[in-house]
């Protein structure tokens, strides 16, 4: 049985990214790339579980989260985690790839790879100091 959205579905819209997890085993080092580099707002305190950052516009949050901490039980929530590297990707404003792409070189911070997309967008992508891939978008990457 093939699965097709239908119209309740339709009803039932989801809006935006709430809030996304990535996860490092240093989650203080990691938080100064997301507050000192890309200029995200910690909400509340930094320590070695974990770290959460508004982003400047809406209400979408990151979640930096050590493993070993995602992962443990009776914290609240179900324990989740994963090992390896994760991926985010934020939208930038129009036409300030290459102002990143400065900003992140002086921070010595190497972008792993400039592409631009078949739909006329383009993406720069870095790594955080715990190896997640970091990706900044400018304009449309995807199909409507």
Do not use: C, K
């Amino acid at each position: 049985m093939s699965w097709v959205p239908g119209d309740t579905l339709r009803a039932m819209t989801i809006r935006h990214v709430h809030e996304t997890v990535l996860y490092a085993n240093d989650v203080v080092d990691a938080a100064r790339f997301y507050v000192d580099i890309l200029g995200l707002r910690a909400v509340g305190s930094i320590d070695a579980d974990g770290a959460a950052f508004r982003l400047p516009e809406g209400d979408a949050v990151l979640l930096l989260f050590a493993p070993a901490y995602a992962r443990r039980e009776g914290r609240g929530v179900p324990a989740h985690g994963a090992d390896g590297a994760g991926h985010v990707a934020f939208r930038v404003a129009a036409g300030s790839l290459d102002a990143w792409s400065a900003t992140l070189a002086r921070h010595g911070v190497l972008v792993e790879m400039d592409r631009t997309w078949q739909r006329g967008g383009r993406s720069i992508y870095v790594r955080d100091p715990a190896g997640n891939s970091v990706e900044l978008v400018d304009g449309t990457i995807w199909a409507a």
